[in-house]
């Protein structure tokens, strides 16, 4: 036997904060802040202030395992956050602004959180949950000019510049948790380790995928609270890449203008922020100087093909990716390999078919697809529940008996997301198993019908869903935003679709609506429409 091989050496966040502080010294940080004044500092005065920032916590009783919640947006101070708090031992839980209340209460408290760090504009949203809550401390992060007695104030402790003494880390401590933002029953939470972080961290930074270098200024639109911006924030602190961070301003024209004034090369969001840019630069094609090529990564919903035809249309690249709050988040990335892209080269019907999958999975991430009759083979055409395992897929839910049902006997995580996957490994999102159309024993695609709506000129959003119907058990029905002015027949819109759907699969009606419900994340609440549509009457 071979008693030793390599090093026991743990894969640790402070390993990333060191390398950041000692390599990339002078790269930048850029916020945006609610006045919309540019905030900027290197990494060497992060790297100063995230250990200052771990040291007060420490000073404050911070101990080993205790939650830290934030509640901010995306910036410079919650990136110090990111850091401080693993570093200094805690569990970084991040926590959604834009859900209720309640809600934010519900979590808060299901996680055991002590300390709460939050944006001073954010605390009338805590006055509406403090009392359901016990945070132990609260400190507040003043941005605004309005002043606000509560809580200890960040810069104070930060520049009281207390020495921090870096707590003994293993790598499977707990460095982070979020909750799942609810689509599917009540929140669960996710806990991420320090090794889970840095893995994923790792393998989403590889150029096949994400692709992450020193030379890049990275602007992550996603927010913080929503599974760690994707990891981003990590990636670009372990590679050395600039950050443009947009703050509290989310709207096309002020993402637009950070974009140019910072040279930003890569950013990243769900797809409704990225329909707003398409009709910015569409109303105002000669406005804004755009690094050529620039990625955006998009996940979150399924891309329509349209919206990545009229990107490239700006020389704007997207990168299509899939992933999950237990997946960490990234566990497919559509990077177009070699051979296929030889082929889309020559056509570009097939080039814009392949782009719009989901893409393949990351380097230790395992997939399959699980039809009835088992495993489903990769031939682009089986449907199956998608089941995932790696090093940075959850293993259960925080302190949560039920829900074990998620993952099977042998060790696979059900995604509850129906998928085929092709010859190439690409795999294709088609529904999630409750929003699945099932009319007369086939299963119809929602996400590929809402996909060719949204190419159709006269649609804005799409949203197909189930209705029951008394002879074929459910169809489809269309949910459709319109753009502003125009006008459609259902025979239109399936004349629009009639070649590329077999005949069963297209809506029998369509409704037309002013808005349609989205989650606190940018999904469409499908389950809010069908409660609304589910005594519709077909005849
Ligand atoms: P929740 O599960 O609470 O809605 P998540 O943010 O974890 O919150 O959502 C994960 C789900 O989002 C996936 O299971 C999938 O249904 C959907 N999703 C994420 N990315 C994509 C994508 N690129 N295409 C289609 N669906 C996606």
Redesign the pocket.
């Not at 799942?180 to 599917?184: F, L, N």
């Not at 299509?320 to 237990?326: D, I, K, Q, Y």
């Given at each position: 036997m071979i008693a030793a091989t390599m090093m026991d050496f743990p894969l640790t966040l402070s390993h990333v904060l060191e390398r950041a502080g000692a390599l990339f010294g002078s790269t930048e940080i850029v916020s945006r802040l609610p006045d919309r004044s540019l905030h900027r500092y290197t990494y060497r005065e992060f790297h100063r202030r995230v250990l200052a920032l771990a040291a007060a916590l420490q000073g404050l009783g911070l101990r080993k395992g205790d939650r830290v919640a934030t509640l901010m947006c995306n910036h410079y101070a919650h990136l110090e956050a990111y850091l401080a708090v693993p570093c200094a031992g805690g569990v970084l839980h991040t926590l959604n602004l834009r859900l209720h209340p309640d809600d934010i209460a519900y979590i808060a408290n299901h996680a055991g959180d002590r300390f709460l760090i939050i944006d001073d504009a954010l605390l009338p949203l805590y006055e509406k949950f403090s009392k359901l809550t016990a945070f132990e401390r609260v400190i507040v992060v003043r941005m605004s000019a309005e002043a606000n007695a509560l809580g200890d104030d960040y810069e104070q402790l930060i520049a009281a510049n207390p020495v921090f003494t870096p707590p003994a880390l293993a790598e499977t401590d707990a460095a982070g948790m979020c909750y799942?933002?609810?689509?599917?029953g009540r929140?669960k939470g996710v806990v991420y380790s320090h090794r889970s972080i840095v893995l994923h961290t790792l393998a989403t930074a590889t150029v096949d995928y994400i692709g992450v270098s020193r030379a890049d200024t990275l602007c992550p639109v996603v927010p913080m609270f929503?599974?760690n911006a994707w990891g981003l924030p990590y990636t670009a602190l372990m590679v050395g890449a600039k950050l443009a961070m947009p703050g509290p301003h989310l709207d096309a024209v002020s993402l637009l203008d950070l974009y140019e004034a910072e040279r930003v090369t890569i950013t990243a969001g769900v797809p409704t922020i990225w329909l707003g840019i398409q009709q910015a630069l569409e109303h105002e094609p000669e406005r804004w100087r755009l690094t050529r090529g620039m990625r955006m990564v998009?996940?979150?919903?399924?891309?329509p093909e349209a919206l990545i035809r009229a990107l490239d249309r700006y020389d704007l690249q997207v990168i299509?990716?899939?992933?999950?709050?237990?997946t960490s988040?990234v566990g497919l990335v559509n990077c177009t390999k070699g051979e296929l892209k030889d082929r889309g080269d020559r056509d570009e019907e097939l080039s814009y078919a392949l782009r719009t999958k989901?893409g393949v999975p990351l380097p230790f991430f395992e997939i399959r697809a699980v039809a009835e009759k088992g495993v489903a083979p990769w031939d682009g055409k089986t449907m199956g529940e998608l089941q995932v395992r790696g090093p940075w897929v959850a293993a259960s839910y925080h302190e949560l008996a039920e829900g074990i049902e998620q993952w099977t006997a042998d060790g696979w995580f059900r995604?509850?997301?129906i998928a085929t996957i092709d010859r190439a490994g690409y795999v294709n999102?088609t529904d999630?198993i409750k929003d699945l159309v099932k009319s007369g024993g086939e299963w119809i695609s929602s996400?590929e019908l809402e996909n060719a709506l949204v190419s159709h000129a006269a649609v804005q959003e799409a949203a197909v869903i189930a209705v029951p119907h008394p002879k074929w058990g459910e169809r489809p029905l269309g949910v459709v935003v319109l753009k502003a002015g125009m006008n459609v027949t259902r025979k239109a819109l399936n004349d629009h679709l009639g070649p590329r759907f077999a005949s069963y699969a297209l809506p029998d009606a369509y409704v037309f609506v002013a808005e349609i419900p989205r989650?606190s994340?940018g999904?469409m609440m499908k389950a809010k429409l069908r409660e609304a549509y589910k005594n519709w009457s077909w005849s």
């Open positions: 799942t933002s609810g689509t599917t929140p929503h599974v998009v996940g979150g919903a399924a891309v299509h990716g899939w992933g999950m709050t237990e988040p989901q995604t509850g997301d999102i999630r996400i989650t994340t999904k």
